[in-house]
């Protein structure tokens, strides 16, 4: 008798660890939702641009063209822009796309990693208050 409960509360642990393995992380789901959200408020934003704003939308526009290969099609100016809304939600609906068909193969590693490398790339974020700033804000 205990050995036929030892094996179905290993079969249990063994299922319930199997789905917990295949599903994304919600840090991520919630990186990658912070990221898009920055794009869409930058996109609808009015006034003057300061260099927290700009360097918000730069750090979402990278994690965003990083983690699926799909460059935005923003103007890289100063400060950048999209020349109309349709273009921002064009980039918006590509990089969900993407990730609703991903979001299997992402790992919280990849992006921390992903995350890291972006900050280390740009001297002017080299900061690290600028992830704590874009992540939780």
Same mark, same amino acid.
């Given at each position: 008798?205990? !050995?036929?409960?030892?094996?179905? &509360?290993?079969? =249990? +642990? *063994?299922? @319930?660890?199997?789905?917990?393995?295949?599903?994304?992380?919600?840090?991520?789901?919630?990186?990658?939702?912070?990221?898009?959200?920055?794009?869409?408020?930058?996109? !609808?934003?009015?006034?003057?641009? &300061?260099?927290? =704003? +700009? *360097?918000? @939308?730069?750090?979402?526009?990278?994690?965003?063209?990083?983690?699926?290969?799909?460059?935005?099609?923003?103007?890289?100016?100063?400060?950048?822009?999209?020349?109309?809304?349709?273009?921002?939600?064009?980039?918006?609906?590509?990089?969900?796309?993407?990730?609703?068909?991903?979001?299997?193969?992402?790992?919280?590693?990849?992006?921390?990693?992903?995350?890291?490398?972006?900050?280390?790339?740009?001297?002017?974020?080299?900061?690290?208050?600028?992830?704590?700033?874009?992540?939780?804000?």
């Amino acid at each position: 008798m205990l !050995s036929a409960m030892k094996r179905f &509360s290993f079969l =249990i +642990l *063994a299922v @319930f660890f199997s789905f917990a393995a295949c599903s994304p992380s919600k840090n991520i789901d919630s990186d990658f939702n912070k990221c898009m959200k920055i794009v869409e408020d930058y996109d !609808s934003y009015i006034g003057p641009v &300061s260099d927290t =704003i +700009l *360097a918000r @939308f730069y750090f979402a526009t990278n994690y965003l063209e990083r983690i699926s290969g799909v460059a935005g099609s923003f103007v890289d100016a100063e400060p950048p822009h999209y020349k109309t809304r349709s273009d921002c939600r064009s980039d918006l609906r590509k990089w969900r796309n993407w990730y609703d068909g991903h979001i299997e193969y992402l790992t919280q590693d990849r992006s921390d990693s992903l995350k890291r490398e972006i900050a280390r790339d740009n001297i002017w974020w080299s900061d690290s208050t600028i992830l704590d700033y874009v992540f939780d804000n």
